[in-house]
């Protein structure tokens, strides 16, 4: 036996429906659910628009929207504020692992952060090496010349080089 319309059962209650076809019409689909905690981590990975609108399965205008409806400021103005939590979280590490002995991330630090290099620079020497001179006179220890009473003797008749002869077996 055909059933003639829709199954009552199926539809929404009456106070539920909309009166008109304008209503019916603004009701649109359901909005996205996008979790405000996954998507600050997200930022915090520096993670870009399209890879945090890939998470969440969605558009990445519906993105900005929810950012501008949530946050009150688009997705580059939450983004810089919440990316800058991963920045301190990652220094953070970078400072333990240096601080807890590790060479390489001691290097990287030395190099980054207070600009040591592996090419020399132009130093104080090489302006004005008279006062470097000076400086490296007054951090000399003073140590009188009778203050070492075995002095090695030198021989001066000794070769500087061994013949190889005296090494074959």
């Known amino acids: 036996m055909p059933s003639e319309g829709p199954d009552p059962e199926v539809l929404p209650p009456e106070e539920e429906r909309p009166q008109t076809e ?19 981590s997200l930022c915090s990975y520096h993670m870009t628009l399209n890879e945090v609108s890939s998470f969440f399965k969605v558009q990445p205008d519906t993105l900005q929207r929810w950012c501008v409806n949530t ?24 400072w333990t692992k240096a601080l807890d ?5 001691l290097i990287w630090l030395s190099k980054n952060m207070l600009g ?51 090494f074959e077996d």
């Open 22 to 40: 304008k209503e019916y019409r603004q009701q649109g689909r359901r909005p996205k659910q996008i979790n405000k905690g996954d998507f600050e």
């Open 116 to 166: 040591f290099s592996n090419e020399p620079r132009e130093s104080d020497a090489e302006k004005n090496p008279a006062v470097v001179n000076i400086i490296w006179q007054d951090a000399q220890p003073q140590i009188p010349k009778d203050a070492f009473y075995d002095k090695p003797q030198v021989d001066e008749e000794a070769p500087e080089v061994l013949p190889a002869e005296e």
């Open 101 to 105: 002995g590790d060479n390489m991330m």
């Open 71 to 94: 946050y009150g400021q688009t997705f580059g103005k939450v983004y810089i504020e919440l990316s800058s939590f991963g920045k301190l979280s990652l220094k953070r590490k970078m």
